[in-house]
C-alpha cells in the first residue's frame, strides 16, 4: 500500500465518522508513553542523588525524544489527513478540543527538548538515543561557564515542571471530554477513537466486500 492507498483507506474511515487505525495507534501509544513519563518522572524526582537516579533520567530523557518523533510522525500524518467532523469546530466543546490538541502537540516536543538542555548541562557523558537505537547527541554546554550552566539548567528545570504540571491536569480533562461526549451527548468522539473496522464504502480501499459482489447477475 503506497501512501496515496493509505490516506484514501483512512478516509473512508473518516467518511463512517471513524478515526483511521493509523491515527487510532498514534494517539493511543503516544498517551501510554505520555502517561508512563508522567509517572515515571514523579517517581524519580524521589530518589536520592546517585547512578540509579541518573540512569533513569537517562531513560526519561530517551522516552520522551521518542515521543517527540512520534509526535512529528504524527504531525506529518494530520498534515496529510485530518480527521472525522464528529464535533462543530465552532461550538466550545470543539473550541476546547482544539486548544486541548494544540497544547499536547506543544508538549510532545517543549517537554522533550527541555529535558534535553537539562541533560546537556549534567556532568559526565552518558549518551541519549531516541528508543535506545538511534544516537541523539548532547547540547556543546561543557563549553559554558558552570553560572550559565546552571541559569540554563534552572530555567528549564521550571519551564519542565510547568508543562508537565498543565499536561497532567489536561490530560484527565481530556478523558472526562470524551466520555461526557459518550454518556451525555451520545455522539461518536469516544466510539471513533475505538472502532477499528473497516470502512463501509464499496470501492474505497479496505472496505469490507461488498455483499452483492459474488452474486451472478440475472439472466435474461
Known sequence: MN???AIEWAEGHHRRGLYSPIGVGFH????ALMIFQLGF???LSWLPAGGD???GYQTHAEVGLTLMVLGSLRFLWRSQIGGPDNVDENSFSGRASHALQVWF????FALPLSGWVMWSTLPGDLPLSIAGVIPFPNLPFDQLSE???????????????????ITALAIPGHAGAAVLHYVVKRDRVLPSMLDLNGPDQPGVVGSAPDADSGRQPPRA
Open 105 to 108: 502537540y506543544f508538549s510532545f
Open 147 to 165: 553560572q550559565l550552566q546552571f541559569t540554563l539548567m534552572q530555567g528549564a528545570a521550571t519551564v519542565h515542571v510547568w508543562i508537565v504540571w
Open 41 to 43: 518522572g514523579w517517581y
Open 28 to 31: 493511543w501509544v503516544m498517551a
Open 3 to 5: 501512501l496515496v492507498q
Open 53 to 55: 537516579k541518573l540512569l
